[in-house]
């Protein structure tokens, strides 16, 4: 939406800047807002202060200075004074300081987390999930994670989240097992069959993702992962009773169903994340995507064969999802082995020289 030449969030923002700078007026006894009958030298004064107080209360003073000019543009007044090179130096002057800002940014970012945590929640949530209070839940809960790692799926095109009405989770009829003799078999048909099912590849059908349905496939030969997921996965539909509409990772228990939602994923991955070293606030879903196209630039994939997996509109998008160390002459340590990203590399992305608030920081690059 296009409000008066710009979109509709930045309107939004400029006219609360431009609803602070009338607060701000107001206060000061200032009746004329946009400063018609003021001197030029008094005009000045009052955007350098107003400037200056917005700095302070955390405010950008050139977004401010930016709504500020929107508003006067937009009643046709003259925004000559915006140009002035007072003002100009003034607004640099208050600007922060660049590599700070680039830093808090880093520091918001989300780790590529790391298959060592994956092998760590499969341990735990499903090797040993019958010594977890509801193993149903734990091993919903680790094959969701391992799904999200594998197929470098976001958490909303496998988990429930209320707030879609359902729409993104997956389905047990989203599910198709393949056998060595090109037998097709759903997942909910699996506990029926009544022959040794030898799996040799799996497609998932996710029917809402950001750009459109599409379909994932995991195969036995990519690698220890994609093997594992899929003997799981085979296993869950063998054990879990189903109906045909009904949910994939959700169960049953005292007659209340249990679902897999991304609050599951993230409280598990934080856990298991803090356990190896890692640092809560940077560890997410998310970052299981980020992982996994990470790894797979490290283990020598094209970026085109990265996006492809990842189902990412264009390359440049898919590229931000490679990160490294700018400060390792091998960027993940591991890339001439193709084992992809370790805890260590994951751990490397944290420490820096640079001290924020206490907390040090790395910079973060493309592979």
Known sequence: ??????????????????????????????????????????????????MSSMARAGHP?????????????????????????ALLAAKRSLAPDPRAVSLLKEARKRIPIPYAVVEDIRNKLWVKGGEQADPLL??????????????????SEYAYDSNTKGKHSLRTDDL?????????????????VDYPLEVAAVRIVVRSS????????????????????IEDLLSWCKDSPMATEEMLFSRTRDGRVKKLTPRLVNEALKEHGIGLGLEEARVSSHGLRIGACTSMKAAGCDVEDVQECSGHASVSSAEIYMMSS???HNPLGV?????????????????????????????????
């Open 335 to 367: 890339a001439a082995a193709g084992k992809g990203i370790t805890v260590q590399d994951a751990r490397g992305l944290l420490p820096r020289q640079d001290c924020i608030g206490g907390v040090q920081y790395k910079r973060i690059r493309r592979v």
């Open 61 to 85: 003073a050139e977004a401010e200075l930016a709504g500020i000019r929107h508003g006067f543009r937009s009643a046709v007044m003259n925004t000559d004074i915006f140009h002035h090179p």
């Open 326 to 328: 700018q400060y390792d």
């Open 176 to 192: 198709f097992f393949t056998d060595k003799a090109s037998r097709v078999v759903v997942a909910h048909q699996v506990r029926f």
């Open 138 to 155: 734990a091993r919903m809960t680790y094959l969701g994670i391992a799904l999200g790692y594998a197929a470098t799926l976001r958490v």
């Open 1 to 50: 939406m296009i409000n008066r030449g710009v979109t509709f969030g930045t309107a939004r923002n400029y006219a609360r800047s431009f609803d602070r700078w009338t607060e701000f007026l107001i206060f000061r006894g200032e009746i004329d807002i946009y400063m018609s009958a003021m001197e030029l030298k008094d005009q000045i004064s009052l955007l350098c202060l107003f």
């Open 210 to 229: 950001k750009n459109g349905s599409k379909n994932v496939y995991l195969t036995k030969d990519s690698n220890l992962l994609e093997a594992q997921l």
